[in-house]
């Protein structure tokens, strides 16, 4: 799960309009009935299950979990901090969640200072768990403002997005996975993040070691993390 720390408050409401039965896209996708859906503008980043290699380097932090007690392997402090971003990670064949944050700091973060009390729990799913311990799936979670962080922006009609909520993006249908599917376009709210606010959602991929990584692998061309560049959604449910 996104670590839950750094509160910012997002852009505009979006729009809320029910929309028509759209056609089945060229590409064979299924056909999605909007007639009750309501339409959105969101803005979207991604976000990943950071990939590390244990050392035992001198500037080495080990994975504690809220107790401080060592429960995984050590990473270079710059692995950790990158991990502790993103909120997952796999090392060793295992895969760790952010548990919570807990005193005293575990690295220096320069580059993101509240991930420094990031504390870590083991998990059972390849990928970790969004928020209800809900399995991160590549390509379909998403992480969306579902109205539990202080300050944040209310995203539709006045509330929020709900866990389980299935999300609608035109631009990702026909898209190509890495297992020679194509995307339908539908999306999960699974996760939350403290970054996550308003009508920015957050997009899981799945397993990379990094943001240049990350990029490589990412098949959609709507995650680029500008706030201008909006695109339209639909809420099915």
């Known amino acids: 799960m996104k670590n839950f720390l750094l509160l910012i408050a997002a852009s505009a409401l979006s729009s809320c309009t029910a929309m028509p039965k759209i056609a089945p896209a060229d590409d064979g996708a299924p056909t999605v009935n909007l007639a009750d859906a309501t339409k959105v503008d969101l803005w979207a980043t991604r976000y990943f299950t950071f990939l590390a290699d244990p050392t035992s380097s001198g500037n080495s932090v080990p994975l504690r979990n809220m107790n401080d007690s060592i429960i995984g392997p050590s990473l270079s ?128 991929i799945g397993p990379a070691r990094g943001e240049s990584d990350a990029s490589q692998i990412d098949p959609f061309d709507f995650t680029k993390g500008a706030r201008e560049a909006t695109f339209e959604a639909y809420v099915l449910r």
């Open 77 to 204: 402090s710059r692995d950790w901090c990158l991990a502790a971003l993103e909120g997952s990670l796999t090392i060793s064949g295992r895969t760790y969640n952010y548990a919570g944050t807990a005193d005293p700091r575990q690295a220096d973060c320069a580059f993101h200072r509240p991930t420094e009390r990031v504390r870590w729990e083991r998990t059972q799913f390849e990928f970790g768990v969004g928020n209800r311990n809900n399995p991160l799936v590549p390509y379909r979670t998403i992480a969306c403002d579902q109205g539990v962080v202080r300050d944040s922006t209310p995203w539709i009609n006045g509330g929020y997005a709900t866990f389980g909520q299935e999300i609608y993006i035109p631009r990702a249908v026909g898209v190509s996975l890495p297992d020679g599917t194509t995307h339908d376009g539908i999306f999960t709210c699974g996760d939350i993040g403290g970054l996550i606010t308003g009508n920015h959602i957050d997009v899981f």
